[in-house]
């Protein structure tokens, strides 16, 4: 399975600088590991908590959470590019099925935090290949 992954940003105008470093991440990261497949991208997330509101790995006596972020990287306070996974990504029956259960958890997580993180309303953007 391909790597499942998020890029989110804390505005629509972040976006495309974000893509051009990300682009630059996933070729240089396909270089150095090329049997690992190119990543399943789902869409952009824009909110401006950017990822600090997902869920870390799991620690191997808990229960596994339905959507975790497996690992990331990004330029602080602009950008984060997430490996995702869980549940909600390897059991879903194809690509739409996944984007719309990790769309669905981002706004579930993001509307159950504190007043101050939800005075703004998180966008799912499906990535355009993936429409």
Known sequence: MARVTVLFVRSLGDVPASLKAVSDLTDLHQSRHPSEGTD????????PTLDHHLVAPPAADAPEPPLWVRESSGVSGLWSYAYLDGPLVRLAADAAERRVAIASSLTTHTSSLPDAVTRHEGHFLPWPQNS
């Open 40 to 47: 399943e991208v789902e869409g952009i997330w824009v909110h």
